[in-house]
């Protein structure tokens, strides 16, 4: 079964300081994975998109890391901010069928304080 | 910035009431989606399209319909609103590009209750 999953559920950190947050996944054929950033009552905005070659991917202070081979993926905040405060989803889609179907992970959910 | 919208944002309703609730973008994108998310899980798929006259059923049963007349506009109806559809609603269409880049882009969510 196709699954996205990932940790930590909830952060929570003092502004300015650094953090990571990991998925994990078991979707195959892999197509692409996206790290998005949902803030509360919002849709979710996509931050970055990976291929299967593509092992980093930077957007600002967000850096996204991908291994294809143990199926995992990483999402770095540099010099956290209050704003940064929201859920971060990791998508994952498959090439296997026409709809390149998508697979959601629950999302952490990261707490900034001041 | 995506150009996807939905109406309303926030709805409290009745229980047997009919809604409609509206999805529109102007990017042109073909593809298009509706997604439920109750809080803290993940967004599940409940119905989607491919263009005009194209409607398919997600993955996660629902009780509502989709039509899709217009590329630009893909509206979802619950006939008869219960507090089992208590939920966020969120609509989505995406862009197909060339070597899996292809971006899913989402509306704000309409966030629903039935009393």
């Known amino acids: 079964k196709n699954q996205v999953e990932q940790s930590p559920q909830s952060l929570i950190i003092l502004e300015g300081k650094n953090c990571t947050l990991q998925?994990?996944?078991?979707?195959?054929?892999?197509?692409?994975l996206r790290w998005y950033k949902q803030d509360t009552g919002r849709g979710p905005v996509s931050l970055t998109i990976m291929t299967f070659s593509e092992n980093t991917k930077s957007n600002g202070r967000y850096t996204a890391t991908l291994d294809a081979d143990t199926k995992q993926s990483s999402l770095h905040i540099t010099a956290s901010q209050l704003s940064d405060s929201a859920s971060y989803i990791c998508v994952v889609s498959d090439r296997g069928s026409t709809l390149g179907r998508l697979y959601f992970g629950r999302g952490t959910q990261l707490t900034v304080w001041p | 910035e995506a150009d996807i919208y939905q109406t309303p944002r926030y709805l409290v309703i009745g229980t047997g009431k009919k809604i409609t609730l509206e999805c529109s973008q102007t990017m042109g994108h073909d593809k298009m989606y509706w997604y439920q998310q109750d809080p803290g899980m993940e967004l599940h798929l409940i119905h989607y399209?491919?263009?005009?006259?194209?409607?398919e059923k997600g993955d996660l049963s629902s009780e509502s319909t989709v039509s899709r007349i217009r590329t630009e506009h893909f509206p979802l109806t619950l006939e008869s609103a219960r507090p089992s559809h208590t939920s966020q609603y969120l609509c989505?269409?995406?862009?197909?590009?060339?070597?899996?880049?292809?971006?899913?882009?989402f509306g704000p969510g309409t966030r629903l209750t039935v009393l």
């Open positions: 998925c994990n996944y078991t979707v195959s054929p892999f197509s692409n």
């Open positions: 989505a269409s995406r862009k197909s590009l060339a070597g899996g880049r292809d971006t899913q882009y």
């Open positions: 399209s491919y263009g005009v006259n194209s409607t």
